[in-house]
């Protein structure tokens, strides 16, 4: 008899420590860290970077022949204003940058002419040129 209760006890324990431990391992629905929480990121800032005045000088510079191509030359006329103004306002410094503002003037008075005259190849060759020389006015201002 005694051999049975002890029998019985030592099966009652493990039966009870089994339980235990399987209850405690449970997957529980309010353990933190195991459900899925769906969050919506913020909204990116914007870049902290900006154009450079060459480099929006030469970003409208772009469009005036992409209008011009697609036959839009008021929209290519109001690009070359934007653009002129921009030129005005911009005073480049540096070794021969004068010279280069002569030549720059000159081709934008080329390109308004083009533009006025609707010939897509006379505005597509001034800007590659002006494109040329916003290049170098460029490289000439970050070598100093």
């Not at 629905?29 to 902290?48: L, Y």
Request: charged share 20%; proline share 6%; glycine share 6%.
């Amino acid at each position: 008899m005694q051999q049975k209760l002890v029998t019985a006890l030592l099966f009652l324990g493990v039966a009870v420590l089994t339980a235990r431990f399987l209850l405690a391992h449970a997957p529980s629905p309010q353990a933190p860290g195991r459900e899925i929480v769906f969050t919506r990121e913020a909204v990116p800032a914007p870049s902290s970077t900006s154009l450079s005045p060459l480099d929006q000088l030469q970003a409208t510079l772009d469009a005036v022949p992409r209008a011009a191509l697609e036959g839009d030359w008021l929209q290519a006329d109001q690009l070359l204003q934007e653009l002129e103004g921009s030129w005005l306002g911009l005073q480049p410094r540096g070794a021969g940058v004068l010279q280069a503002e002569r030549q720059i003037d000159e081709l934008l008075r080329t390109l308004q002419k083009a533009v006025w005259g609707k010939d897509t190849s006379g505005v597509l060759q001034a800007a590659q040129e002006l494109t040329r020389l916003f290049a170098r006015l460029t490289a000439g201002l970050h070598s100093e």
